[in-house]
Nanobody, 120 residues
Framework: QAQLMEFGGGLVQPGGSLMLACATS????????MGWYRQAPGKERELVAT???????DYADAVKGRFTIFRDNSRNTLYLQMNRLKPEDTGVYSC??????????????WGQGTLVTVSS
């Protein structure tokens, strides 16, 4: 069973930067789409950014121009570079992946999440 683990969260001042990483472990054949989601205190989880296996990215309007999602397929690792952070970017960031175990369909898995706090 594959697992995802996020790294890189922490406390940062408004206007600062952080880079998150999401590493995959376990036996898989390949990974299809991957994405980052976040959940702010008291709010529903929302999409931040996604990327296909060939690197085509899509972003929520709130983060366009500030965040960059990218992946290293050789290491099955997903990244999120976050610049010009705002207090409203605070939340638990989780990664998501569609993994191929060699069965008939991709299986969606989630990481536990990493907390990002943007505050002065």
């Amino acid at each position: 069973q594959a697992q995802l683990m996020e790294f890189g969260g922490g406390l940062v001042q408004p206007g600062g930067s952080l880079m998150l990483a999401c590493a995959t472990s376990g036996r898989i054949l390949s990974i299809n789409d991957m994405g980052w989601y976040r959940q702010a205190p008291g709010k529903e989880r929302e999409l931040v950014a996604t990327t296909t296996s060939d690197g085509t990215a899509d972003y929520a309007d709130a983060v366009k121009g500030r965040f960059t999602i990218f992946r290293d397929n050789s290491r099955n690792t997903l990244y999120l570079q976050m610049n010009r952070l705002k207090p409203e970017d605070t939340g638990v960031y989780s990664c998501n992946a569609e993994v191929d175990y060699g069965q008939s369909a991709y299986v969606e898995i989630w990481g536990q999440g990493t907390l990002v706090t943007v505050s002065s």
